[in-house]
């Protein structure tokens, strides 16, 4: 079992920065590979980024490609989602995603790829 707490999230205006973290307990942090989800009000959930287990590996969506930045940290079990020059496109409950037993260096896109979910955060983005 993993459980994933998001807290942070919030109303930021457009050009503006914010930075979301997502703890995890339970099972072995540093086991898990690591994605941020996301879900505007009307559409399907959709990957937004993605961490291997050791880091060293990091996927993007188009979308928040030189925007955003994921990374983590093994000893605070913590993976975070630094979000720069925010649009009101952005705006949407954004989830953590831990998948266990995960190849060193793999990444996933797909939320069926994930075993355990946060509770998502809620971004606005004003204009």
């Known amino acids: 079992q993993v459980q994933l707490v998001e807290p942070g999230g919030g109303l930021v205006q457009a050009g503006g920065s914010l930075r979301l973290s997502c703890a995890a307990s339970?099972?072995?942090?540093?086991?898990?590979?690591m994605g941020w989800f996301r879900q505007a009000p009307g559409k399907e959930r959709e990957f937004v980024a993605a961490?291997?287990?050791?880091?060293?590996?990091?996927y993007y969506a188009d979308s928040v490609k030189g925007r955003f930045t994921i990374s983590r940290d093994n000893a605070k079990n913590t993976v975070y989602l630094q979000m720069n020059s925010l649009k009101p496109e952005d705006t949407a409950v954004y989830y953590c995603?831990?998948?266990?037993?995960?190849?060193?260096?793999?990444?996933?896109?797909?939320?069926?790829?994930?075993?355990?979910w946060g509770q998502g955060t809620q971004v606005t983005v004003s204009s």
């Open positions: 961490i291997s287990r050791s880091g060293g590996t990091r």
């Open positions: 995603a831990a998948r266990t037993d995960s190849a060193l260096f793999g990444v996933w896109m797909l939320s069926d790829d994930y075993d355990y």
């Open positions: 339970g099972r072995t942090f540093s086991s898990c590979a």
